[in-house]
C-alpha cells in the first residue's frame, strides 16, 4: 500500500492509497463534522486492490482549513474543495461515493461536473431542499455543542443520539477504533456550527432529475 499526502492551495488536506492493482480513482466524501480519518482504514484498503482511493478533509475537519464565519461553510464551496483535491492530484474522470452530508457534496460535486464522474453512490443521504427533515432544536444543540468530561464522551455523545443503548454497543469497538484514528484532530464548534449551516441549506432536488441512471439500493451490507 502506497499513501502519498498532499494539500490543495486552498487548504484542503488529502490523502492517495494505492496498490500496483489500482486502476480507476474512487473519491470517498465524508459526512457532517467527519475529516477523511473516520474511514475505517480496512475499508480503505479492501478498496485499494482495484481502485486508487483518494480520502480528504472537507473543510472545518482534521487537517483542512477551519473558517469561523458560518457563512464560509456551503454545500457549494465544499464540492469546489473537493475539486481542488481532483485537479492537484490530476484526475480526469472518477469514481464517486458520499456518505450522509457527503452525499450532498457528492450530487452537488456531480451537478457541476458530470464529464468527471463516471459513477456517483450516495449513501444514507439526503438532496436537502424539501426532502431536509429539519432535526428538533433540541438535536441541533447537542450536535452543536456535545457534552463530556472527555474527548471519548464528547465524541460519543453524538452517536446516542442516533443509537439504541443496545445498537451503541454493539458498535462501539467500531467506533472505538474510528476514534482512535481521529482523536488528535477533533472537529471544532466552528466547524460544526459550519456544517450545520452547510447542511441545512443545501438545495438540491433538481439535481437527481439530471442523472442517467437512478438505481436505489435500499439495503445494503459493507463487508470490511
Not at 487548504?11 to 494505492?18: D, E, V
Not at 439526503?126 to 438535536?139: D, F, Q
Request: glycine share 10%.
Amino acid at each position: 500500500m502506497t499513501d502519498i499526502e498532499g494539500k490543495t492551495a486552498s487548504g484542503i488536506y488529502f490523502r492517495q492509497s494505492s496498490t500496483p492493482d489500482s486502476r480507476d480513482a474512487l473519491v470517498l466524501v465524508m459526512g457532517y463534522a467527519g475529516s477523511g480519518r473516520i474511514w475505517p482504514r480496512g475499508f480503505v484498503d479492501k478498496l485499494a486492490q482495484k481502485y486508487t482511493v483518494i480520502t480528504y478533509d472537507n473543510r472545518g475537519t482534521g487537517f483542512s482549513i477551519v473558517p469561523q464565519d458560518p457563512q464560509e461553510y456551503t454545500i457549494k464551496k465544499m464540492s469546489d474543495d473537493l475539486d481542488a483535491v481532483v485537479d492537484q492530484l490530476g484526475i480526469r474522470q472518477l469514481h464517486l461515493l458520499g456518505y450522509s452530508m457527503g452525499s450532498c457534496i457528492a450530487l452537488q460535486y456531480a451537478h457541476d461536473h458530470a464529464a468527471k464522474v463516471k459513477t456517483l453512490f450516495l449513501l444514507s443521504g439526503t438532496a436537502g431542499g424539501a426532502l431536509y427533515v429539519e432535526p428538533s432544536g433540541e438535536i441541533s444543540a447537542a450536535l452543536a455543542h456535545p457534552q463530556g468530561d472527555t474527548l471519548w464522551e464528547l465524541y460519543m455523545s453524538s452517536f446516542r443520539l442516533m443509537y439504541s443503548p443496545e445498537t451503541l454497543k454493539r458498535v462501539e469497538p467500531q467506533l472505538r477504533e474510528i476514534f482512535e484514528a481521529s482523536k488528535d484532530t477533533p472537529t471544532t464548534t466552528a466547524g460544526l456550527l459550519g456544517h450545520s449551516n452547510a447542511f441545512g441549506r443545501f438545495d438540491g432536488p433538481a439535481f437527481l432529475v439530471g442523472l442517467k441512471c437512478r438505481r436505489p439500493y435500499w439495503r445494503a451490507r459493507m463487508i470490511v
